[in-house]
T-cell receptor, first 117, second 114 residues
Framework: AQKITQTQPGMFVQEKEAVTLDCTYD???????LFWYKQPSSGEMIFLIY??????QNATEGRYSLNFQKARKSANLVISASQLGDSAMYFC??????????????FGKGTLLTVNP | GAVVSQHPSRVICKSGTSVKIECRSL??????MFWYRQFPKQSLMLMAT?????????EQGVEKDKFLINHASLTLSTLTVTSAHPEDSSFYIC??????????FGQGTRLTVV
């Protein structure tokens, strides 16, 4: 079974509008972390936002917010006020377990976001 | 965030030769580094976990003799693709983590074997 599921292969959004990218996860660990990365065509992985399983508040970083619904095991990324530069592939990832430096991540298949002018 | 530098960003090599890719943590000590592979339009797949001073742990299906990993210091891990063939052409990217910190990625290396 997939541990990270991103059901939207592609999404389109108008510039200046908000968009939600879906991510559901599967784990039996109580301690885990959820990440979102942006990958432009250059290939680099740009860290966007992180949510720990024990964090009670939804994470926010500028125009990015993570809608964390623990009971539903979902961690959707919301991008507000989309910009043309937001066009890229977006990956949801999970780290299972806690402590130490073991940040081995499992990635979803990604969502290709296109922002239209 | 912390900086991870990966070199080279692009490499073209002849079939049968070996290629070395470096991953450096520039401003922190990385006790663990990870090597991922990404085929076009696909996700990142973990190849191996590299721990400083010990042998790498390879994921199932990854040939350890083809993909040699060395993590000789707290700031450098190398991935050597030995006897490269066209099917090894891919995007390779490393990440590094520090104690209590996050996971930071290098810029990636696009390998083309001709």
């Amino acid at each position: 079974a997939q541990k990270i599921t991103q059901t939207q292969p592609g999404m389109f959004v108008q510039e200046k509008e908000a968009v939600t990218l879906d991510c559901t996860y599967d784990t039996s660990d109580q301690s885990y972390g959820l990440f979102w990365y942006k990958q432009p065509s250059s290939g680099e992985m740009i860290f966007l936002i992180y949510q720990g399983s024990y964090d009670e508040q939804n994470a926010t970083e500028g125009r990015y917010s993570l809608n964390f619904q623990k009971a539903r095991k979902s961690a959707n990324l919301v991008i507000s006020a989309s910009q043309l530069g937001d066009s890229a592939m977006y990956f949801c990832a999970m780290r299972e377990g806690w402590g130490g430096s073991n940040y081995k991540l499992t990635f979803g298949k990604g969502t290709l976001l296109t922002v239209n002018p | 965030g912390a900086v991870v530098s990966q070199h080279p960003s692009r490499v073209i090599c002849k079939s049968g030769t070996s290629v070395k890719i470096e991953c450096r943590s520039l401003d922190f000590q990385a006790t663990t580094m990870f090597w991922y592979r990404q085929f076009p339009k696909q996700s990142l797949m973990l190849m191996a976990t590299s721990n400083e001073g010990s042998k790498a742990t390879y994921e199932q299906g990854v040939e350890k003799d083809k993909f040699l990993i060395n993590h000789a210091s707290l700031t450098l891990s190398t991935l050597t693709v030995t006897s490269a063939h066209p099917e090894d052409s891919s995007f390779y990217i490393c990440s590094a983590s520090e104690e209590g910190g996050g996971a930071f990625f290098g810029q990636g290396t696009r390998l083309t074997v001709v």
